[in-house]
């Protein structure tokens, strides 16, 4: 059974402050996606990585897949109230159209 | 684009008793996802489909859940009888075949009380 740990699990931060979520497997993946989700609403798909190395940014948020596709990284610059969330990632496998979802990181930004 | 059309957004039934879950994918979309999702918790796979056929339906508790797509468009999940375990946010998804780039609905919230 593939599994993906998130940490943190939860973070408080202050408007302004930067932060990093982490996403961590023992196995390969051949894609990681992420999403984020708002209270009373489905997953919404941030970005998709594909590429062992690979960064993506968008807007003050930076993606990095890691090098043997089996971990990610989600970085957000000068965090904002809108930022709030519950932030997945989730690891295709190539075949089946088949996401593994993380554990998930429960993310509250404050005035 | 339409997204991911989702009925009831919110259910409250007493256990023992049965719901069912409407969902009507993104046109064109011909891979269908069920998930349960437990409150701060990523999403677990319930139930897969490609056009009409089951794909995936590993960790789908098969003595209460049932699901299917009959003409490969929209699809019913249903829960016979229901415990207090399955409280729960049930989310549909859909996605073009040979993509992993899933698109969610707004999920339904059941309660069991």
């Known amino acids: 059974t593939q599994l993906l740990e998130q940490s943190p699990q939860f973070l408080s931060i202050q408007e302004g402050e930067n932060l990093t979520v982490y996403c961590n497997s023992s196995?390969?993946?051949?894609?990681l996606q992420w999403y984020r989700q708002e209270p009373g609403e489905g997953p919404v798909l941030l970005v998709t990585v594909v590429t062992g190395g690979e960064v993506k940014k968008l807007k003050r948020l930076t993606f990095q897949f890691g090098d043997a596709r089996k971990d990610s990284s989600l970085h957000i610059t000068a965090a904002q109230p809108g930022d709030t969330g519950l932030y997945l990632c989730?690891?295709?496998?190539?075949?089946?159209?088949?996401?593994?979802f993380g554990t998930g990181t429960q993310l509250k930004v404050e005035l | 684009e339409a997204g991911v059309a989702q009925s009831p957004r919110y259910k409250i039934i007493e256990k023992r008793q049965s719901v069912a879950f409407w969902c009507n994918p993104i046109?064109?979309?011909?891979?269908l996802y069920w998930y349960q999702q437990i409150l701060g918790q990523g999403p677990k796979l319930l139930i897969q489909?490609?056009?009409?056929?089951?794909?995936?339906d590993s960790q789908l508790p098969k003595d209460r859940f049932s699901a299917e797509r009959l003409k490969g468009v929209d699809s019913t999940l249903k829960i016979q009888p229901a415990k207090l375990e399955d409280s729960a946010v049930y989310l549909c998804a859909s996605s073009l075949v040979l993509t992993e780039e899933q698109y969610f609905g707004p999920g339904t919230r059941l309660t069991v009380t």
């Open positions: 196995s390969v993946f051949s894609s």
């Open positions: 489909f490609q056009n009409n056929g089951v794909v995936d």
């Open positions: 989730a690891g295709g496998t190539g075949g089946g159209n088949k996401l593994t």
């Open positions: 046109s064109g979309h011909a891979t």
